[in-house]
């Protein structure tokens, strides 16, 4: 039997039965190659953690300092600044913030870099800021 070829009658290929994923043959230098070109997808979106039809709406935390060496693997970082990957709804970016404690700056917009503010006080709490506005941050619950 020939790799690539028609499924011979019957219904088996070399691996056995029909697959259960559609294959298609990729061709590449001349060879023929039957594989399976997309079996799953990993696009969730992190607010809702359903699948996402399309490009994702990715926002990235800037780092709050400059390290002059990276952060240890023994050591975690303060923030993780993602990319995090989202429906184009907002409102998930902000669900994504509330379910971590992050504060939202009213000020601002959900945009694709956002800031982190350090906040005043025990425990230690950050605020997200798209930093476009001028005044003063006014931070409110996601």
Known sequence: MEIGGSNPPGGTTIGGPNPLLPSTV???MGIRIP???ADNVARRCDGCLEIIDGTPWRVNLLD????????????RPAINPGPFQFHGDAAHVR?????????????GEVREIMRPVAIPGEPARWGLCDGIHRDDHEFIPA
């Open 35 to 37: 594989t399976i070109v």
């Open 26 to 28: 990729v061709e590449i």
């Open 95 to 107: 669900r994504w913030m509330r379910e971590r404690g992050y504060l939202f700056c009213r000020r």
């Open 64 to 75: 709050i300092v400059a390290a002059e060496v990276p952060v240890s693997w023994t050591a």
